[in-house]
């Protein structure tokens, strides 16, 4: 019987991995063009774009938490729109954190069909809307759980990589995620990116 009851559940882990795994391929994610195709190693070219941005202090587990709560709360109705009321706005990939001095900035891309005006405005006055410009940025693609020793691995790997190609890097690392918890490690998406500039 115990036996039975383990396969059920590993079964409708792996089932529920592979459906919230489906509905995130499915969700918008920022529009960019590869300009260099090396696997899981590319060089893109992001559109312009905005997002629901806050700042947190911790370590980067803790961050990613926190940091999560505050803008989904946001983007799930703690805002007000131009009317006065609460509106929710779909979910995109992936959530992005990056080291900002002390702490981090966590950001969740906002939907293409809004621009800053139409944006709600949030509730909370740790979360703010901000537009990031179109820009180039090299990335390494990579799956499994976002440990501090694996970011620092992909991160040393991306660099060597770049050291090698015609860009440069021009801002600090930021670690994007576009899985759900549900998501089993080795079908998880994971990147490391860095926004880079072409060298002269």
Known sequence: MGSKVLKVNVFFCIFVSFFFSCQVMAIEEPKFKILVDAGELEIRSYDEYLVAETGVEGSF????????????????????????????????????VKPDNEGWVLHFVMPSNYDMSQLPVPNN???????????????????????????????????????????????PQQIARYNDPFTLPWLRRNEIIFKVTAKN
């Open 61 to 96: 587990d803790t961050a990613s938490r926190k940091g999560f709560r505050r803008v989904a709360g946001y983007i799930f109705g703690e805002n007000k729109n131009s009317i006065g009321q609460s509106e929710k706005i779909q979910m995109t990939a992936p959530v992005t």
């Open 125 to 171: 006055s740790g979360v703010s809307l901000k537009k990031i410009e179109a820009h180039l940025a090299a990335v390494i693609i990579f799956s499994g759980f976002t440990t501090d020793s694996k970011i620092q691995k992909k991160t040393e790997e991306l660099k060597a990589w770049l050291e090698k190609q015609n860009f440069e890097i021009a801002g």
